[in-house]
């Protein structure tokens, strides 16, 4: 079937690159109003620019506003430009997310620590937080929420406590919202992706550390297989969730004894 536009509305984190822009860009495709967000105008200028003008009306289904997500009033700005752009909102995507370099636990600078936590986690929940009053105050009130956990939301790799903590305090952020927003039609869920092909994830293909000391190159999945995942979780009407999804190259070294 053909997709055609419809005013459901998405905004995705993280829209600059990887996974965040190929959801965005396969949401826009599939007919959703999209506004691509990421800390990168130009970047964002590129994602939109990528997915050509399939409806003949890009310029009002997709649109691009850099935000800071660890900043509470760059958050707030961003969904008051969703609310005066598009008038409400649908489905949010917490994708946006960083990396702390792979060092032993106890060289870890604090600065690192605090940066994964301030991108990671309390940029979800400034999200979150602005998705709730807007789903609720909307007409009809209601939407979805998915938040980007990661298979490091199930098991560390080595030398990876900033971001594994976070990732795993993700899961009660899920968790939490999920049940606060259940009786506003607000349902929530996360979706833990393991090795797309991305550029932030060239290194696997030659060599990751692994939890025996080893290291080894990894198998990765097109990161279209993650967008798509995306969609389809983002599509479900209110009444069903995907609370948990977890979709991954199926050669990776996930399930099994380190």
Not at 9 to 17: E, Q
Not at 247 to 256: I, K, L, W
Request: overall charge neutral; hydrophobic content about 50%.
């Amino acid at each position: 079937m053909t997709p055609v536009p419809h005013n459901r509305v998405a905004l995705i984190t993280g829209a600059g690159s990887g996974i965040g822009r190929a959801s965005a860009q396969a949401l826009l495709a599939d007919g959703w109003r999209v506004a691509f967000s990421g800390r990168r105008a130009d970047a964002l200028a590129e994602s939109i620019a990528q997915c050509g003008d399939p409806f003949g009306d890009i310029a009002t289904r997709a649109l691009a506003v850099p935000c800071d997500v660890t900043q509470a009033a760059s958050v707030a700005a961003l969904f008051a430009a969703v609310q005066q752009h598009f008038g409400r909102l649908d489905f949010l995507f917490n994708n946006a997310g960083v990396f702390t370099p792979g060092v032993a636990l106890e060289d870890l600078p604090l600065a690192q620590w605090q940066a994964a936590v301030d991108t990671n986690l309390t940029g979800a929940f400034l999200c979150t937080q602005q998705a709730f009053r807007m789903m609720k105050a909307q007409a009809p009130h209601g939407g979805r929420i998915v938040n980007n956990g990661s298979i490091s939301a199930h098991a560390p790799r080595p030398n990876s406590v900033a971001y594994t903590a976070t990732k795993h305090a993700m899961t009660g952020l899920t968790k939490a919202a999920a049940l606060d927003g259940r009786a506003f039609d607000i349902a929530v869920g996360q979706i833990d992706i393991g090795n797309a092909v991305t550029a932030i994830s060239a290194g696997m293909a030659t060599g990751m550390p692994q939890a025996d000391g080893s290291v080894r190159p990894e198998a990765r999945m097109d990161v279209a297989h993650a967008a798509r995942a995306v969609l389809h979780m983002a599509s479900l009407p209110v009444e069903a969730n995907v609370m948990f999804m977890t979709v991954m190259a199926t050669q990776m070294p996930f399930v099994g004894r380190g």
